[in-house]
């Protein structure tokens, strides 16, 4: 019988998961100003594990990208 070593390397397919809180810290709001935002669809829609609320790290890039973009136009 041989024995396969499982790699300990993140997989690629591996999608990193921010909470509420990270939300907040990362645009300076309150969890309030999160609900706001979900409720005028000016962010993605989390996903819920347990009851509480994740976003997918790779939406928030394309979140920022498109929020900066008028921005730079000025």
Same mark, same amino acid.
């Given at each position: 019988?041989s024995r396969?070593?499982?790699?300990?390397?993140?997989?690629?397919?591996?999608?990193?998961?921010? @909470?509420?809180?990270?939300?907040?810290? $990362? *645009?300076?709001?309150t969890?309030r100003?999160?609900?706001r935002?979900?409720?005028?669809?000016?962010l993605?829609? @989390?996903?819920r594990?347990n009851k509480? $609320? *994740?976003?997918?790290?790779?939406?928030l890039?394309?979140f920022?990208?498109?929020?900066?973009a008028p921005?730079?136009?000025?």
């Amino acid at each position: 019988m041989s024995r396969h070593k499982q790699s300990t390397a993140p997989s690629q397919n591996m999608v990193r998961k921010l @909470p509420t809180r990270a939300l907040c810290e $990362r *645009y300076g709001v309150t969890s309030r100003t999160i609900d706001r935002w979900l409720e005028a669809g000016i962010l993605p829609q @989390p996903m819920r594990i347990n009851k509480v $609320r *994740y976003w997918d790290a790779g939406d928030l890039e394309t979140f920022d990208r498109a929020r900066m973009a008028p921005q730079k136009a000025d």
